[in-house]
Structures are given as structure tokens and as C-alpha cells.
């Protein structure tokens, strides 16, 4: 058997299965197959005839011809041809992300025709897993359905069954065709359509399924493809500081910064957190350095031990960055917070312990001042005390580093005539330069009792004592200090001739009061007539301290006095001879007096010579006067009177008595006390 096809255009292709039947015997009858085949881009008026010639083996020229007319039916046959789409039909999109995806539509028919476009959701991607994983371009995919037409290939089905528009899309989504109808494409004609793909921001990772349909509308068929959609995995991490307006950051000072992780993807994952810093600061995980699982657009707080380095400054500046590794991908996401050194003023006083003042007293006291801020600063001082205390201290600002101490000292007067007495406070007030904060703090201090008396003298300072004889007087003592004052009274300048008698005694005297202490002078009979400068001295009973003094004049007063001695009280008194009487003249007064000598009554009868008539004699001194006398016309016995009378005081007298008698004749030795001396040659009478 064999085939004539010189009539059929080259479209066809037809081949027998046998070339040879038989044996074939009479009556019986034997068939053979024609396999026809068609090109799919055979246009419709491509018809032709094919000559089928049958000869005997055994006799060449027995044949019989059939002739079989061939014409191509019309096809209806639309396709898709996702190979060119995304990566052979599998597209990655992300969440609220829109992607508009060109796909070829093809008239794969053999006549003009208008496709209806339309899509759906399926679930079954198995056929599409295993042509994609065989690396099949899934043209048409799964046609079904049957042509109207004398179309061979596909499993139809009639357009009836086609999905609405949008029907059965993910919810949420938005699949659809810009273009849905492809309007009069000829045969073997491919435009790009169009589809429209919207995935939701709350997309999770998967992959969806999307059926596209085009159907037929000159022979009501259809045919289905399917492409997948993979819904990406977003790895967004965001941390925001949780902020905190107040917040400081200070050299040395760690600060728990909080800062807020929200998984922004569309995955649920688990961060793993590590941070680095730069030079001026440290940072740590407070706590677990692994965090919990977030769901999508679920948070966790952390927090971080933030330290700037302790030799960092004001408006230095510290990069932290905080790594968030997800635990299931490896992804890390850095966000780095950058801090600004910020200051802080501060001063720490410490004030001395309790320091005690004596009234007029002045002192220095040390207060150490400690700079607790975190730059370098200056500080002044002020020191303020009660009533009229005073206190000095430096003049200018004192400069101090950041961290470190220094002694200021302050000098503090008490004045002598305070008032206070007992515990007290001194202010200081220390006041930053940069940051005008002020330290204030109270420095105890007690003040000692003020020992102040006031001794007056007597009036005039002059205290007047006859020899022998005794004077009263009164000092006046004033306590003007702040205790009660009790003290015995001692003195100097005071001679041996006098003495106070008695004692003045202990004397107390309270706050604000006077007392007169009365005291008596005695003056002994051999006291001089002259001034002492005496100084009263009051002394504390428990101390012997010297609290006062007062100085002034005791003078001693003149008392003249004067006294006539002799041996005897008679002098016999002739005219012949002149007779002599010796008289002791003693000055017993107490200072240098002269002293005139006088015989009483009238000595008319008598030549009287008084030797010396005139006599000067220092206080208990003593000289010899001589009185001579001889009768001129006197008779009898005559009393006389020997004055010596003060030439300072004429009321000053002393007398002595005697008789002149006659003399008999005779001898009379009148032997006086009067002692003579006499060198060898010399007479005595």
C-alpha cells in the first residue's frame, strides 16, 4: 500500500500504519489505519485530496485506488502563555504592593475570534508544581471542555461554566484584568493583556493560586491556566525610643533607656538583640538578649543599660546601635539612637563640727566643698552669723573639677562685746557659677561665756589717809559680760604702812548689775606722807584670771608731830656762869618738818640763848637743843616751858617743863642722859 499527497497542501501530514496486508483471503476482507495530522497553524481554505493506492504482491498490475478528501475545520482555540509571566507562571509580591503582570493571549486558532478573560482562585497546584519543577513552561495549562468545531486536542467544556468576574479572589485581594475582552484577534494572533494584582498589607507568606480563564466566544469554549502568586516575606523591624523628656545623660551615669520593637513584616518571628557603641558610652541588654515571638504588628519593649564614659562631657555625643537578628531567617536589622551628653551643677558642702568661739575671739574654721557635678565649675561663698558675728571668707570664685574636693576656710569673729552666749548657727551659702544652684548649710558653733567687768575707782581715783588713822572707800564693779561673774579683789602697789583691813571678801555679780565693794585703808602711825599708786585686780574665783582692773591714788596725809625729851627738870641758873639743859627735839611725824623752839613764859630776868632756835627734821628724826641761861635781875625759882612748835602746823606743839633755881653755894653735879663724846685731849664738861 502506498499514498499519493502530491494533491494535499503541506499543512497535512498523512502516513499509513501498514504498508502491507494479507494474506487476505477470498470473501474475507482486512483494514489498515490513515494517520492524519494537521498543523495547528493551518488556515481554514487549506483542503486537499491524498490517494490511497492498494497493488497485489503477487501481481503488479492488479491495484485499486481510494481517494480520501481532507478540509480543515474551523478551531476555536484560545491559549495563555504564563511562561512569561513572573518566573514561568510562579510571581513574588509582596504585602500592599499592586503589580500589574503582561500576559499574552493567543488566538491558537485557525479563525478570527473574541476571548473573554476572566480569573479565580484554586487551591489544587499540584499539575503546576510539577511542570514548574520540571521547568515546563505552562502555556495553556489544564483546557477543558469540548469546541463546537472538529477541534482534536483538549478536554472542552462550554462557556456556560465560566467564572463570574472576580469571583471566589482572596479576601481582601484585588485580581482582575484591566482589559477583560480581547476583541477580534485573527488567527495566530497574540496581544498582552493586562492582569492586576493587589495583595493586602495583612498578607501572611504563601502561595496563592490564581485559575485565568479564556473563553471562546465564536465556539463557546474555554481553557484554564494557573498561575501562583508568592506572597513574599517582609522582614521589617522598627525600634522607637520609648521617649522620655527628662532624661539626662551624665559622665558615669547609667541611664535604662526603654525603647519600643514592633514586627512591621508579614511573618511571625523571634529578634535575637545585640548593640555596639562608639567611643564616649557603653550599652548592655537589661535582661534576656532574646525576645519572644511576635506576631505580625505585635510589639516588645527592651531595654538598654546606657552609660556614657566617664571621661565624656557636656554636649559630647554616643551612636548606639541596636542589631535585631531574626532568630528563623538570620536577617538583621540595625537602628542606631544617638544620645548628647547633657550637665548637671551640683555642690556638696561638708561644714565643720561644732566649733567654740570665745567673745573677741577670732578663728578660722574649714568647710570642704565637693564638686558633685558633671563639668568643671566655680563656686563663691557667703557666711553670715548671728548678731555681730562676722566671718571672711575667699573673695573670688573658687574653681573646682567635676568629681573632685577642696578646703575653704573662712575666718570668724566674735566681737568682744557680744551679747551671745551658747550654741548658734553660721550660714553659708555656696552659689555655682554656671548652673546658679546654691548649697545652703548651717555650721554650728557655740560662743563661751564673756567675762567683762567694769571696776570703777573711787571718784577722783584718789584716796586720802591720815598716818595712823584708817579711810573707807568703795570701788564699783559692773558686770557687763554674759555669766555671772564671782572674784576676790587683789592689788599691788600697796607699801607695808597700809593694808586693806579686812579683806575685801568674794564678790558675785549678775549680768547687767553693779556692785559697790566697800573697802577700808589702814594707815600705820609710821606711814609716810606720800601717794601710792595702788591697782586693784579681779580675779575669777575658779581661774585666778585677771577679768578687770582699776588703778589709783592712796596719799598718805601729813601728820606733823613732835616731841621734847630731856634728862632732868631742873636747871639751876646763876649770875656768874651761864648754865646749859640738853633737850631731845624728835620729829614724830611722818615726813620732814622744821620746828621752832621758844621758851614760856617771859624770860625778862634772864639772858636765854636757845641752840639751834630753828630745827629741821626728817620723819623720826631727833636732834639736841641746848638752852643757856643766866640771871640778870631775876630772883627765885622761875618754871619755864621748852616749845617746839611745827612750822607746818602751828597747832603741832610740844613742851617741856623745868625750874631755873637759884644756886647756893655749894657744889651740885647734875648728872642728864645726854652721852658725850670725847677723843684723847679733849675735855668734857
Not at 568703795?474 to 607695808?496: E, I, K, Q, Y
Amino acid at each position: 500500500m502506498t499514498l499519493d499527497t502530491t494533491s494535499l497542501p503541506s499543512d497535512w501530514n498523512v502516513t499509513l500504519s501498514d504498508s502491507a496486508l494479507g494474506p487476505v483471503f477470498p470473501t474475507q476482507s482486512d483494514s489498515t489505519t490513515l494517520i492524519v495530522r494537521l498543523d495547528p497553524s493551518a488556515n481554514l481554505g487549506s483542503n486537499g485530496q491524498v490517494d490511497l493506492i492498494v497493488t497485489r504482491s503477487d501481481d503488479a498490475n492488479e491495484s485499486t485506488t481510494v481517494t480520501l478528501q481532507l478540509s480543515v475545520a474551523p478551531l476555536y482555540l484560545p491559549s495563555l502563555d504564563i511562561g512569561a509571566v513572573g518566573d514561568r507562571g510562579l510571581v513574588t509580591i509582596e504585602p500592599n504592593q499592586t503589580v500589574d503582570l503582561d500576559v499574552p493571549v493567543m488566538n491558537s486558532g485557525n479563525v478570527d475570534d473574541t476571548f473573554i478573560l476572566q480569573v479565580d482562585e484554586t487551591t489544587d497546584l499540584t499539575d503546576f508544581w510539577t511542570n514548574w519543577n520540571n521547568n515546563q513552561s505552562n502555556n495553556s495549562g489544564n483546557s477543558s471542555g469540548n469546541n463546537s468545531g472538529n477541534n482534536s486536542s483538549g478536554n472542552g467544556s462550554n462557556g456556560t461554566s465560566m467564572p463570574g468576574p472576580g469571583k471566589d479572589v482572596p479576601q481582601g485581594w484585588e485580581v482582575r484584568w484591566l482589559d477583560p475582552v480581547a476583541v477580534n484577534m485573527t488567527a495566530g494572533e497574540s496581544r498582552n493583556h493586562t492582569l492586576r494584582i493587589t495583595v493586602p498589607p495583612n498578607a501572611i507568606p504563601e502561595y496563592r493560586g490564581i485559575a485565568l480563564f479564556a473563553g471562546s466566544l465564536g465556539g463557546n469554549f474555554s481553557i484554564q491556566t494557573v498561575i501562583v502568586i508568592e506572597v513574599s516575606v517582609i522582614s521589617d523591624v522598627v525600634v522607637q525610643l520609648i521617649h522620655d523628656a527628662n532624661r539626662t545623660y551624665l559622665p558615669g551615669v547609667t541611664e535604662q533607656v526603654s525603647f519600643n520593637v514592633t514586627n512591621n513584616g508579614n511573618d511571625e518571628t523571634a529578634l535575637i538583640y545585640q548593640t555596639t557603641t562608639d567611643t564616649y558610652c557603653s550599652a548592655t541588654i537589661a535582661g534576656q538578649s532574646v525576645g519572644g515571638d511576635l506576631q505580625p504588628l505585635e510589639s516588645e519593649t527592651i531595654s538598654l543599660n546606657i552609660t556614657p564614659s566617664s571621661y565624656s562631657h557636656w554636649n559630647d555625643s554616643c551612636t548606639i546601635s541596636i542589631f535585631a537578628e531574626e532568630s528563623s531567617t538570620g536577617v538583621v536589622h540595625e537602628s542606631a539612637y544617638t544620645i548628647v551628653l547633657g550637665v548637671d551643677w551640683g555642690w556638696e558642702i561638708t561644714p565643720p563640727s561644732n566649733t567654740t568661739f570665745d567673745a573677741g575671739e577670732t578663728a578660722t574654721i574649714q568647710v570642704g566643698v565637693r564638686n558633685i557635678g558633671s563639668e568643671q565649675d566655680e563656686v563663691r561663698f557667703e557666711m553670715v552669723g548671728p548678731g555681730s558675728i562676722s566671718a571672711t571668707g575667699p573673695p573670688t570664685w573658687v574653681t573646682v573639677g567635676r568629681g573632685l574636693s577642696d578646703v575653704v576656710s573662712f575666718q570668724v569673729q566674735v566681737p568682744s562685746d557680744t551679747n551671745l552666749i551658747g550654741s548658734h548657727n553660721l550660714t553659708l551659702t555656696a552659689t555655682g557659677l554656671h548652673g546658679g544652684e546654691q548649697e545652703v548649710v548651717t555650721i554650728p558653733i557655740t560662743i563661751g561665756a564673756r567675762s567683762e567687768l567694769d571696776l570703777i575707782a573711787p571718784q577722783g581715783g584718789n584716796v586720802l589717809v591720815a598716818a595712823g588713822d584708817s579711810s573707807n572707800f568703795s570701788v564699783m564693779a559692773t558686770n557687763g559680760g554674759t555669766s555671772a561673774l564671782s572674784f576676790v579683789l587683789d592689788w599691788s602697789g600697796l607699801p607695808s604702812s597700809l593694808s586693806f583691813d579686812p579683806t575685801p571678801p568674794t564678790t558675785t555679780v549678775e549680768v547687767g548689775q553693779s556692785h559697790s565693794i566697800p573697802i577700808t585703808v589702814v594707815a600705820g602711825s609710821s606711814s609716810s606722807a606720800t601717794s601710792h599708786q595702788v591697782t586693784l585686780y579681779a580675779k575669777l574665783v575658779n581661774s585666778s584670771e585677771i577679768i578687770a582692773q582699776t588703778s589709783f591714788t592712796i596719799e598718805v596725809g601729813h601728820s606733823p608731830s613732835v616731841r621734847i625729851l630731856a634728862s632732868g627738870d631742873i636747871l639751876p641758873v646763876g649770875e656768874n656762869t651761864i648754865s646749859s639743859m640738853d633737850f631731845v627735839i624728835l620729829n614724830d611725824g611722818n615726813e620732814e618738818d622744821q620746828f621752832a623752839l621758844a621758851l614760856s613764859p617771859s624770860t625778862d630776868g634772864f639772858e636765854v640763848t636757845i641752840s639751834p632756835l630753828l630745827i629741821t627734821l626728817a620723819a623720826s628724826e631727833q636732834q639736841i637743843v641746848t638752852v643757856s641761861m643766866r640771871r640778870t635781875t631775876a630772883t627765885g625759882e622761875v618754871n619755864f616751858s621748852l616749845v617746839a612748835t611745827s612750822s607746818n602746823d602751828a597747832a603741832v606743839t610740844d613742851s617741856y617743863s623745868f625750874r631755873a633755881s637759884e644756886v647756893n653755894l655749894g657744889v651740885i653735879a647734875a648728872l642728864t642722859s645726854t652721852d658725850s663724846t670725847a677723843s684723847v685731849g679733849q675735855t668734857i664738861q
